[in-house]
């Protein structure tokens, strides 16, 4: 879970990362469409203002997953940074529109990059601004176990990339390279749609309740775990989904016919106790008991049995 001052300094982080990349967007646009005429640096200012947009997406969910279940939600509002990081995949596709029809104007229609230098050295600032606060939201985002977050983080970085690569091909184009201008804004579309698609991939997963690879592997801890205690005869199903950045799962056990209701009781919290040190992400275990019947092997209608 994400402790409240953890979640005020994730807060704070995205807010710099808006206000920077925004800042340092409009300055690379201006710059690229005025003084430099560079495809890239143009390519790479709305890069900047795209990925400030979606760190805003991403700050918006910071704030509403927090809130508490309620008559409307009563698992929480959890998902709701799942849907923030698909909201902001689509508008990371809608920009790399926009850079690959500038980029294949500028590849049929190559022309003189004016002061080049001056560009390629805003284009290094963005680019260490960039990485540090990439950094900075990858190492509090995987803590927090934040999907939105941690995309976030990786956008920020490729943004940070896709500024190093400006650079690099404004560093080209003071040589007469002009081509190279509009070659590296295609690869920051590139970037952008691979990073957008992976983004779509793994918040759809989580909306839709499917078990990703973490889930799939404490699924069969679950089962070892419960089945250490004493008075737990056999542990047969375990179901896992992600809810945001935790983990809701269902336990079904045999257990002795003759258990009592207070026996059964206590057995139940130490499994809880026992599941929640080993897996911390695991925020609901329901765990249903069933009594032990010789020469039974129990089955699961979806098939799913660990």
């Known amino acids: 879970m994400v402790e409240k001052d ?39 200012g709305i890069d900047c203002i795209g990925d400030g947009f979606v760190s805003a997406i991403v700050w918006v969910g910071l704030v509403y997953f927090q809130k508490p279940a309620d008559h409307r939600f009563h698992y929480g509002y959890y998902k709701v940074e799942n849907l923030a990081a698909i909201v902001a995949a689509i508008v990371m596709f809608a920009l790399a529109g926009y850079i690959i029809y500038r980029s294949y104007l500028g590849i049929i229609h190559p022309h003189e990059i004016s002061l080049p230098i001056l560009g390629a050295i805003v284009a290094l600032i963005a680019t260490l601004i960039a990485w540090g606060l990439g950094i900075v939201k990858y190492i509090r985002g995987k803590q927090s176990n934040l999907t939105s ?24 184009a003071a040589y007469g390279f002009e081509i190279a201008d509009a070659i590296v804004g295609f690869i920051i579309a590139f970037i952008i749609i691979s990073i957008g698609f992976a983004s779509i991939k793994e918040s759809s997963y989580v909306l839709l309740d499917a078990c990703d690879r973490s889930c799939v592997d404490v699924g069969p801890l679950i089962k070892d775990i419960a089945e250490e205690i004493d008075g737990v005869k056999s542990a047969h199903i375990v179901r896992l989904r992600r809810t945001g950045p935790v983990m809701q799962g269902e336990l079904e056990i045999d257990v002795p016919g003759n258990m009592t209701v207070k026996e059964l009781y206590k057995l139940r919290k130490k499994i809880e106790k026992k599941v929640r040190s080993e897996v911390p992400d695991l ?10 019947e010789p020469g039974t092997v129990r089955t699961t209608k979806t098939g799913f049995e660990i």
Request: glycine share 6%.
């Open 6 to 44: 953890n979640s005020k300094s994730l807060e704070g982080a995205t807010k710099i990362t808006v206000i920077s990349l925004l800042i340092l967007g409009i300055i690379q646009i201006i710059l690229g469409e005025t003084v430099s005429k560079s495809v890239a640096l143009t390519a790479n």
């Open 283 to 292: 925020q609901r275990l329901s765990i249903i008991a069933h009594p032990e």
């Open 149 to 172: 977050l941690k995309l976030d983080a990786f956008n920020t970085i490729k943004d940070g990339t896709a500024s190093f690569l400006t650079v690099l091909a404004l560093i080209f």
